[in-house]
């Protein structure tokens, strides 16, 4: 599902006058950095701090035995298996500098452990929710007014329970003294949470009167720069903590007098299945 014209512009966002450290907060930014750029980062760092020590065991002469002081390739494999307590006995520091360095590299290498550990744990046991989105949303007439509708899978064979949506409308709009503002507006839906989300969901918000899509067309909507913004919160029944997922629907991604094909029939054994295939389709609407 696309992040959406404002979570792109969030997220390319220059925040000016602001602070730009972001290694005050590099606990966050490692949390939620990619998998094979958070590995990168240790692999990183793991191979700098082995080159650190081994050009400190390397100043001042030869600090450790049976290692060449001028082969930094020997202070290396010295370093990881002092950070790493592997030890082979190969290799031992033979003055009183090389056993500081070695109690320090000890230190160090204890608590890099610590802290990687801690790191990976966090990233594997952060609550995550698969939640399939429809690419696109519809608006169609149900039970005879305009609805706008768009739907979801819940891709896991568990159950979210007490799910919600939040779904707000986000337009430009020209204030009286001609300010250009970005304004928020929630959509009720005919079904706004629900106790067991399982299988599927498709959110429904009739456009009546009192609706902030009340009035519009596919071109306003263009127009207007729209988003519809969709957030669903829940509790994972599997590791019983809060879960959260989001997507947007630009008006590009509404599609007028449309409706969705059904996903949902019976086997003959009676269960139920969900087609995929189908999830994504639309089908023109036909009018009486």
């Not at 599609?255 to 295939?277: A, E, H, K, N, V």
Request: net charge neutral; proline share 3%; glycine share 8%.
């Amino acid at each position: 599902m696309t992040e959406g014209l404002m979570g792109d512009r969030i997220r390319r966002a220059v925040r000016h006058g602001g602070s730009e450290h972001h290694w005050r907060d590099l606990y966050h930014g490692l949390l939620i950095m990619p998998w094979a750029a958070f590995l990168g980062c240790i692999v990183i760092a793991y191979v700098l701090s082995n080159f650190l020590f081994a050009c400190l065991y390397s100043i001042g002469g030869n600090h450790i035995s049976n290692a060449d002081s001028n082969s930094l390739w020997d202070l290396f494999f010295f370093s990881v298996q002092t950070m790493s307590t592997i030890g082979y006995g190969g290799m031992a520091p033979v003055t009183l500098y090389g056993n500081i360095l070695v109690a320090i590299e000890a230190l160090y290498g204890l608590l890099a452990v610590a802290m990687g550990t801690g790191l990976m744990f966090a990233r594997f046991a952060r609550p995550t929710a698969r939640v399939l989105f429809s690419k696109v949303a519809v608006i169609c007439p149900y039970n005879g007014a305009p609805t706008l509708m768009f739907r979801m899978i819940n891709e896991r064979r568990n159950r979210i329970v007490e799910a919600r949506l939040w779904v707000t409308l986000v337009r430009y709009e020209v204030t009286s003294e001609g300010y250009q503002m970005r304004r928020l507006y929630d959509l009720n839906l005919m079904r706004q949470q629900t106790p067991n989300f399982a299988l599927s969901w498709t959110a429904m918000h009739i456009i009546d009167s009192s609706s902030p899509l009340y009035g519009e067309t596919e071109a306003s909507l263009a127009l207007e720069q729209a988003e519809i913004l969709v957030v669903l919160t829940g509790v994972d029944e599997t590791f019983s903590q809060t879960i959260h997922t989001r997507c947007s629907y630009l008006a590009s991604q509404i599609f007028w007098q449309r409706r969705f094909m059904d996903i949902l029939s019976t086997l003959p054994d009676g269960r139920l299945m969900i087609d995929y295939g189908q999830f994504h389709l639309t089908t023109a609407v036909e009018l009486s």
